[in-house]
């Protein structure tokens, strides 16, 4: 996609407006602190804005609240999901609202525009059942290839210690102290908002011990040295995995295992570990703990849930239908 050349005020030159954009979601993103991962999604968002407005002969440097209305119907007749569509519009709000503030434009067109409402039930969180998570592990190879091994230490990071896939992207070979030792191990996990540290069982970390004495050396990148890495089809790591790259592996295994279907990809994970832990311990807080959530009111939607699910059930057994 060609970029739009825009003048810059104060200055000779011109910039491209992906620049520009680049520059302001640095400075004004995560209070000045977001990660190179979250600016490039929000680029992402702003270059398939700027993609639509040249189709449709829209300046988006002039555009309009109706203008943004159409882009919001333009994504619902795509099918986006509610959380993509609402994603879209919040970047093009920071995004003009920076224009706004440096005084570039009168008003914010996506200021007011938010994302339909969702219709989907609030309690259906997809996760897998224990001998769905099982069979999961149980389609990974049983060998020693550096990409089984890889999945099999992912995997067990998302279903058992809850991890989200962007989590899983951003860890670090470093993030993990005294992994020789499961009892003082513990792991920094690099979260959406903050970082915070977790415990992984013995389990996770044999996985994830086996994996890294085959792993060999890996190139650091801004962010550290990656510890899971894409694969090339020769078996060689390259750089760090991307979150589209932890999909691509997460739907591949779920297909194989003959479990997946529409909305059962990589969260599904880890709502599949909040539900266990739920069943296990009957205790909301552990969840709470456990998944890292900043309240008890989140991780309360796994205690609904399984409630409901035992009402229903009990009422198929009362009533002759």
């Not at 998944?291 to 229903?312: F, G, M, Q, W």
Request: hydrophobic share 35%; net charge positive; with cysteine.
């Amino acid at each position: 996609m060609q970029d739009i050349l825009l003048p810059v005020l104060g200055e000779s030159k011109s910039k491209s407006l992906m620049t520009i954009a680049s520059e302001w979601f640095k400075l004004d993103v995560a209070n000045g602190d977001a990660r190179d991962d979250t600016i490039k999604t929000y680029l992402c968002h702003i270059g398939q804005w700027i993609q639509w407005c040249r189709e449709n002969g829209i300046d988006p440097g002039r555009a309009g609240r109706e203008d943004a209305k159409l882009y919001r119907q333009f994504l619902v007749g795509c099918d986006a999901k509610h959380a993509t569509i609402s994603l879209k519009l919040t970047t093009m709000r920071r995004f003009y609202q920076a224009a706004l503030d440096r005084g570039l434009i009168a008003t914010n067109p996506a200021a007011d525009v938010k994302a339909p409402r969702e219709r989907q039930a609030s309690e259906r969180i997809l996760h897998l059942t224990a001998g769905e998570a099982e069979l999961l592990f149980r389609v990974i190879p049983h060998d020693d290839s550096i990409r089984a091994l890889r999945d099999r230490a992912m995997i067990a990071l998302m279903v058992i210690e809850g991890l989200r896939r962007v989590e899983i992207s951003r860890a670090n070979i470093d993030d993990i102290e005294h992994i020789e030792d499961p009892g003082e191990a513990r792991m920094l996990v690099h979260g959406k908002g903050k970082d915070a540290y977790i415990y992984p069982c013995e389990d996770t970390l044999l996985v994830i011990s086996q994996y890294l004495e085959h792993l060999g050396d890996v190139e650091s990148d801004t962010d550290g040295t990656p510890l899971f890495v894409s694969i090339s089809k020769g078996g060689n790591s390259r750089c760090r995995i991307s979150r589209i790259g932890v999909n691509s592996v997460i739907d591949g295994y779920l297909r194989k295992a003959g479990i997946k279907k529409e909305g059962l990809s990589c969260h599904a994970l880890r709502h599949t570990c909040g539900h266990l832990l739920y069943q296990a311990t009957r205790d909301i807080k552990v969840v709470q703990e456990t998944l890292r959530h900043s309240n008890t009111a989140t991780a309360a939607k796994y205690s609904h849930v399984e409630e409901r699910r035992k009402a229903r059930h009990t009422k198929a057994i009362k009533v002759v239908i």
